[in-house]
């Protein structure tokens, strides 16, 4: 399908360009028209460099305003609002709003405090905070004008670049051959020629990498821009040694350091190979990415992904309207979406599978493949670019989009010893695991010679206890009876040995030696198969007894006597592991072990229904003798029965499988897997066989953080740095001794159809615990030399966004009940909002649900999840209540929050209410249904369809704005006017479709316009200030910063100033023009030697028992409040220059 391109986004957005103060801003100097690249075959390369001279220049000009903050000591300014918040000073808020916000009239005042006072909210004032103004340029006092220019400035000269790739109608030509020559190569009508990198303002570019190599360099990589076609071949191709060095900038591909836009595919896959994105400070080039421009415009919520790529599988036409305007996100699937045509991918399994000789012989069709992926992302770009900038009007989201792309993560000699050390720590406490295993198994192996019944009556010894029979060497002089009695006298021996020899019963077993290995022979079948198999008679690695066992090994559970709330686990072939649960009977009247010693083995036959119980199902019982000694014991056992053909007893148990979670229905692997992290930990997962099993249960859970993440740890491409990549002085004097190196981490800007960013260990890892080997990674990273960490979490963002929303219902701030508690809500006394929640969940059980749950069922909600999900999270954590009262406490939870849907009634509706007493317009569901069956008209009769509100909760004004925003004809964000996804767009599908994901979207991709705004404000403040430094990453709400030691109270006054401007900005959006104090600025911004969550945390694992300070020398940072910071610097000056 084609699409219209838009024209230019700087001439499309030039009518609301606004006047700023030239001693504030300073403009990108703007390239006139007589100096643009012409699509003429011919090198440009002079003219490229004249202009990144001039957009790379730094113009000395007079002064700028400086920022000044000052602290008011008295209460002259001090200013609260209807509901009693206090605001900002009223100096500030002149400075920050053009207009106050509308009074309101005296009906609205007064539904908002009989909803606040009905919530138990007291309205009085809170102790007075200290106000702070801030003398701010006068151009903020528009802040969409402001934002909107200086994210122009930012763009320029990028989107003109891009811009000029669109335009371009052809490609240039490929060539016949490629040259095999290290470096670049540029082939034009001149043919090939050697240059240093692409002399252009635009590359289409796409990177190859030898992944059998194992270092993730790159081999080879192809790029176009609208005048030649360039290709690069690493020197390493040809000099193979070069790939057994550590990764540096010399075997990375150089693309110059001048204004560029490079276009990809995931480019930030192909970014981690530029040498110039490796520099102490931010390179001139700018990366967009094509999959993150597709998951935005028409990227597939996971169930849609789902169903498309099962229809996909079955070669199903792709008939659904949503599946017509969306794909899953590969090159293959978006090309096939936007240009109609299918690209033939099998070429690249040579870089996965094959060595750099393989891609020396195959060199002219692999350099041609990567060639067509150019090509395909160039036809994607030019159909996708006219979407994006159509559905995402304002620059903000773009230039937001480039600062993602920037992450720059810096390395030294730490990185290398945490591995080392983290490695070391998992072996170790794994031999532990294995030797605790090992002696476990021998154990059950002597109980069972030792007393074979009692062991068989065990419930965890449900084994295969069978034994290979042994057949000695023939006997030429023994007849065939003698023959087989030696035998059997032979296998008698090992299944029953003498008392006398018990404590030798490994070794009689066991048959065989180092040297002659028969393989335990005489060893039950469960025990053979844990015991190693020597490939020959001296194979030195070979050891003896059961070292093959592990945690993931399915005896294991057996050997450690797990149990699941104190009930034995089984188990059975067809559903897994499970636990046997008495059905509301005294567990007294049932003597299991007397049962168990008649029917040790259990086998689950079929789905039980409830009044059946637990069928078991014993071969032996088909003995007559064991029949016989069933009738005996009957009485004994008023719960056993006896049935015939097949003989069987039915015990009233029911058989729960072990699930990950309420909601899962399929079978569990082993009870020890990470899923059951949390189970084991909290107990609900125990073991009864003693102080070593459950030291292995300890030791098991150490060892989740650094199995899961290891081999994306050591994945990670670090780049050892040189001397000539460093500008500080201090870092280039530490950086052979340091080995100071740098990750680029690999994030899609926008992988999620929320706009989220995504990548797969620095956004996703979880943060330190103390019983977690590796799980410090994150404190052992540490700046350059003379450089620090400057950041802060944004407090509580998506529920502070989720409350504004609902409180613009009103047009003040904290009108609603979750508005109040957001801002002023105390978790001393119980009025704030998770407090809040934990009280109606308990149900007047004081500390059944604690707070930090009950927040979990906040955000779940707030995100558009339902009661389902609600129950399923409350069943998980409180076992012990039943399902009546699970779904009370959900109930009573969405009555106090979301509040009581009511639907619009139909003139007809309306008559038969009025004819039963009812004058109303509005009804709940139920009363519907009440209704309907009075009358006998159906629901749709009574009720209009998609037209109801919530009403009566404390979150209800939240959810009808959410649900306003996500069922409109074209759902877009409040804030910076984005849109969603066309594939949850109601014109491809119904308005009540997939709702729970819109409302979601509204909430979490606000999140993404709050983080946008501030990376963009941060970028203009530090270059308008010259506060040296670079991004660093963003992990959700948390943003860090590259910083020299000097700048680092004006860095953190600058992320300040920020969050004050996008807050303000917020507010204004939704017609609200004030903003809280206590939310105007962060609580507190974060100083540190390390990427840690917190400036004081010590990061102590088993990998690092001494901490950060004595193992990595790592003091504790500081945390900042605004105050705090205003004593150590209160003016951010305007300087001429950046310092060198």
Not at 19 to 35: D, E, G, Q, T
Request: proline share 5%.
């Amino acid at each position: 399908m084609k699409h219209k391109r838009l024209l230019s986004p700087v001439s499309d957005l030039s009518a609301i360009r606004f006047k700023l103060n030239k001693n504030s801003i300073r403009r990108a100097p703007v390239l006139s028209k007589n100096v643009k690249t012409t699509f003429e075959n011919r090198d440009h390369s002079d003219e490229v460099v004249k202009r990144s001279e001039e957009l790379s220049a730094k113009p000395v000009c007079a002064p700028r305003n400086d920022i000044v903050f000052k602290v008011n000591c008295d209460n002259n300014d001090v200013r609260y609002n209807t509901f009693g918040i206090q605001m900002i000073a009223s100096s500030l808020h002149k400075k920050l709003f053009s207009q106050p916000s509308p009074k309101l009239d005296d009906k609205v005042k007064g539904q908002c405090h009989a909803q606040l006072k009905l919530f138990g909210l007291n309205e009085g004032k809170r102790p007075v905070t200290r106000s702070i103004d801030i003398s701010l340029p006068d151009s903020m006092s528009n802040l969409p004008e402001f934002f909107t220019g200086i994210a122009e400035d930012q763009l320029k000269p990028y989107t003109d670049f891009i811009e000029q790739i669109v335009d371009t109608p052809v490609l240039p030509k490929l060539p016949t051959e490629w040259k095999r020559c290290p470096g670049w190569t540029k082939y034009g009508k001149d043919g090939p020629v050697s240059v240093p990198f692409p002399q252009c303002s635009g590359l289409v570019f796409d990177v190859e990498v030898c992944i059998q190599n194992g270092n993730n360099l790159p081999a080879l990589a192809v790029a176009f821009s609208p005048e030649f076609v360039y290709s690069w071949v690493s020197p390493a191709l040809d000099k193979p040694w070069l790939y057994n060095r550590a990764p540096s900038t010399d075997l990375l591909i150089p693309l110059g350091n001048q204004p560029k836009i490079v276009v990809g595919h995931h480019i930030m896959y192909d970014r981690a190979r530029i040498a110039e994105e490796y520099s102490e400070q931010r390179s001139t080039l700018r990366f967009l990415d094509t999959q993150s421009l597709h998951v935005c415009v028409s990227g597939l919520e996971n169930t849609q992904k789902g169903q498309w790529l099962a229809a996909n599988s079955r070669n199903e036409t792709l008939d659904k309207d949503w599946m017509k305007v969306g794909s899953p996100n590969s090159l293959a699937a978006v090309h096939k979406l936007y240009c109609g045509s299918d690209l033939d991918k099998s070429t690249r399994d040579v870089f996965v599978t094959g060595t750099h000789a393989d891609i020396q012989a195959q060199f002219q069709s692999l350099t041609a493949y990567c060639a067509s992926d150019v090509v395909a992302t160039y036809n994607v770009l030019k159909e996708v670019w006219g979407l994006y900038r159509e559905r995402f009007p304002s620059p903000v989201t773009l230039a937001g989009m480039f600062e993602m792309a920037s992450c720059f993560i810096p390395t030294n000699k730490n990185w290398h010893r945490y591995t080392n050390e983290a490695d070391n720590m998992f072996y170790t406490m794994q031999r532990e695991i294995q030797h605790v295993l090992s002696n476990l198994a021998d154990d059950a192996l002597l109980r069972y010679h030792l007393d074979k019944k009692r062991t068989e009556s065990d419930p965890w010894m449900q084994l295969n206890w069978s034994t290979k029979k042994i057949f000695g060497v023939k006997n030429k002089k023994l007849s065939k009876k003698l023959q087989a009695e030696e035998d059997l006298q032979r296998n008698e021996e090992l299944e029953n040995p003498s008392p006398a020899s018990i404590s030798d019963v490994i070794n009689t077993v066991c048959s065989g030696t180092a040297e002659k290995p028969k393989h335990y022979l005489g060893a039950p079948e469960w025990y053979r198969a844990l015991c190693p198999k020597a490939s020959t008679y001296h194979d030195i690695s070979w050891t003896r007894g059961p070292s093959e066992i592990s945690l993931s090994t399915s005896i294991a559970p057996m050997l450690l006597k797990l149990a699941c709330h104190g009930h034995t686990l089984y188990r059975t072939h067809h559903h897994g592991w499970g636990f046997l649960e008495p059905k509301s009977i005294d567990e007294a009247r049932l003597d299991q072990s007397l049962v168990r010693s008649f029917f040790p083995d259990v086998t689950i036959l079929d789905p039980i229904p409830d009044e059946v119980g637990l069928v078991i199902e014993r071969d032996a019982i088909r003995n007559e003798e064991y029949s016989t000694r069933l009738e005996n014991i009957k009485d004994q056992i008023p719960l056993i029965t006896k049935i015939d053909n097949p003989p069987c007893m039915f015990i009233q148990h029911n058989f729960k499988k072990l699930s990950l979670n309420a909601s899962h229905v399929g079978n569990v692997g082993s009870p020890l897997g990470k899923g059951f992290t949390v189970s084991i930990e909290s107990g609900v997962i125990s073991s009864s066989g003693g102080w070593d099993a459950e030291q292995v249960l300890t030791l098991g859970t150490g060892l989740t953080s650094w199995r899961n993440t290891r081999n994306r740890i050591r994945s990670q491409f670090v780049v050892e740095l040189q001397e000539s990549d460093l500008i500080n002085k201090e870092a280039i004097s530490k950086a052979s001794e340091e080995k100071l190196g740098a990750i680029l981490p690999q994030v899609t800007p926008a992988g999620t159809i929320t706009r989220r960013a995504t990548e797969t260990l620095w956004l996703t890892a979880s943060n330190v615990r103390p019983d977690r080997v590796g799980s410090e990674f994150k404190g052992v990273v540490t700046p350059f030399p003379g450089y620090c960490f400057v950041g802060a979490d944004v407090d509580s963002q998506e529920l502070w966004i989720a409350s504004l929303i609902g409180d613009s219902t009103f047009g003040e701030h904290g009108a609603t009940p979750l508005g109040w508690m957001a801002l002023q809500g105390q978790k001393s006394d119980g009025t704030d909002m998770h407090s809040k929640t934990a009280a109606e969940l308990s149900q007047g059980r004081p500390g059944l649900v604690s707070r930090n749950l009950a927040k979990a069922f906040n955000y779940a909600r707030i995100y558009g999840s339902g009661k389902g999900l609600a129950r399923n999270m409350l069943k998980d954590c409180c076992q012990d209540l039943s399902e009546n009262e699970i779904w009370q406490s959900i109930d009573k939870m969405f009555a106090s929050t979301k509040g009581n849907e009511l639907h619009q009634l139909t003139n007809l509706g309306k008559r038969q209410a009025l004819l039963h007493g009812m004058h109303v317009e509005e009804l709940s569901s139920a009363d519907i249904t009440n209704l309907s069956a009075i009358t006998g008209y159906n629901r749709f009769q009574l009720s209009k369809a998609r037209t109801s509100r919530y009403a009566g909760g404390s979150e209800s004004a939240m959810f009808n704005k959410l649900e306003e925003i996500a069922r409109s004809e074209h759902p877009a964000t409040p804030f910076l006017k984005c849109r969603i996804t066309r594939t949850l767009e109601p014109s491809v599908i119904q308005k009540s479709y997939q709702l729970n994901s819109r409302i979601n979207w509204v909430v979490q991709s606000s999140a993404v316009d709050f983080l946008q705004l501030l990376l963009v404000t941060m970028k203009w403040l530090m270059s308008e200030y010259n506060i040296p430094g670079r991004f660093a990453l963003s992990i959700h709400d948390e943003v860090r910063f590259h910083v020299p030691l000097e700048y680092k109270y004006e860095a953190a006054l600058a992320l300040q100033i920020a969050n004050l401007l996008t807050r303000s900005f917020f507010s204004a959006q939704l017609g609200i023009h004030d903003l809280p104090n206590n939310v105007a600025f962060f609580s507190g911004v974060d100083i540190d030697r390390s990427l840690r969550k917190s400036v004081k945390d010590e990061c102590v694992t088993p990998s690092n028992p001494h901490g950060l300070s004595v193992s990595y020398g790592i003091e504790p940072g500081e945390e900042l409040d605004i105050f705090t910071l205003l004593d150590r610097v209160n003016v951010l000056k305007a300087r001429k220059e950046l310092p060198t």
